[in-house]
Nanobody, 122 residues
């Protein structure tokens, strides 16, 4: 069983930055592929970014390319999402997720966190 706990959300003005963290339990975190997703009110959950098990490869949704950066620290069992140049349309609950295959992908995740709210004011 993998437990994921997100933190770092909050209220920020447009153009500002936030860094989300996701702490994972378990001794095999370094073998997991990790991803970030988000869900805005009234919308379906959507893929944001993913990182491979060793951090060597990353993958982003088009709408965050150049603004968001996913990274991981396997020694700390933590994955991060650095969000810069935030826009009001980035307002959503952000979730981290893990896939035990270690894959870099936008779907097929086994475990999910509870989410952290990000609100961007105009």
């Amino acid at each position: 069983q993998v437990q994921l706990v997100e933190s770092g959300g909050g209220l920020v003005q447009a153009g500002g930055s936030l860094r989300l963290s996701c702490a994972a339990s378990g001794r095999t975190f370094s073998s997991y592929g990790m991803g970030w997703f988000r869900q805005a009110p009234g919308k379906e959950r959507e893929f944001v970014a993913a990182i491979s098990w060793n951090g060597g490869n990353t993958y982003y949704a088009d709408f965050v390319k150049g603004r968001f950066t996913i990274s991981r620290d396997n020694a700390k069992n933590t994955v991060y999402l650095q969000m810069n140049s935030l826009k009001p349309e980035d307002t959503a609950v952000y979730y981290c997720a893990a896939n035990t295959e270690g894959a870099l992908r936008a779907s097929g995740y086994n475990y999910w966190g509870q989410g952290t709210q990000v609100t961007v004011s105009s």
